[in-house]
């Protein structure tokens, strides 16, 4: 059954602490992306990666930071220094080869809430 | 960053009743795309258009890829309280911008059994 996961749902933590969001694709996409939508607002960028070992910032990178060691799996790491982090945090994937037009599939989303 | 223009914002409309919605950019997009995200969840792809003057539907869903290359529309008939959700257009720009995506802000529907 293929898709994306993340996990987890629902993340508390304290302010000032480093939090990592899991993301996780089986549909061999070459591309992964990092959303962030706050209440009532669209989706912002944070970051993407078209390829493995490769990632560009979006337009909200800051505070943020991420990997991508393996094709499946793209980790958004939120760290102390994004000033609001609590959000609802989304990853999408597509197959974005060269010339491919950019349909994106999402996953289910975390929520994360800064105490 | 760019957004494109998505309206209306808000509607709130009888079951059985039909919904149009739009989204216009300044710049030419060589994809459309539309999504339905329900509260707590993930946007889910509802049609993907590629090609200038394209029409698709999938089921009561009808969207259109404008001739001008600058705008798309979502139409939805014979409403359903299962409808109910926010509504997103992206596009995807000919050229520049790395060819991200562009998200409009949303259609927010409520359905009135």
């Known amino acids: 059954d293929g898709g994306i996961t993340q996990s987890p749902k629902y993340l508390f933590r304290k302010e000032g602490q480093n939090v990592t969001l899991s993301c996780e694709q089986n549909?061999?996409?070459?591309?992964m992306y990092w959303y962030r939508q706050d209440p009532g607002q669209g989706l912002r960028l944070i970051y993407y990666?078209?390829?493995?070992?490769?990632?560009q910032k979006g337009d909200i990178a800051e505070g943020y930071s991420v990997s991508r060691e393996k094709k499946e799996s793209f980790p958004l790491t939120v760290t102390s220094a994004q000033k609001n982090p609590t959000a609802f945090y989304l990853c999408a994937s597509s197959i974005r080869r060269t010339g491919d037009t950019d349909t994106q599939y999402f996953g289910p989303g975390t929520r994360l809430t800064v105490l | 960053g760019q957004q494109l223009n998505q309206s209306p914002q808000s509607m709130f409309i009888q079951e059985g009743e039909d919904v149009s919605m739009n989204c216009t950019s300044s710049?030419?997009?060589?994809?459309w795309l539309w999504y339905k995200q329900d509260p707590g969840e993930g946007p889910v792809l509802l049609i993907a258009?590629?090609?200038a003057g394209e029409l698709t539907s999938n089921g009561r869903l009808t969207a259109q890829f404008g001739i001008t290359r600058k705008d798309s529309f979502l139409n939805i008939s014979a409403s359903i309280p299962s409808d109910v959700g926010i509504y997103f257009c992206a596009g995807q720009p000919y050229a520049g911008n790395n060819r991200k995506l562009i998200w409009g802000l949303g259609t927010s529907l409520a359905v009135n059994p």
């Open positions: 258009l590629y090609k």
């Open positions: 710049s030419i997009f060589n994809t």
């Open positions: 990666s078209q390829i493995v070992n490769d990632f």
């Open positions: 549909l061999n996409h070459d591309a």
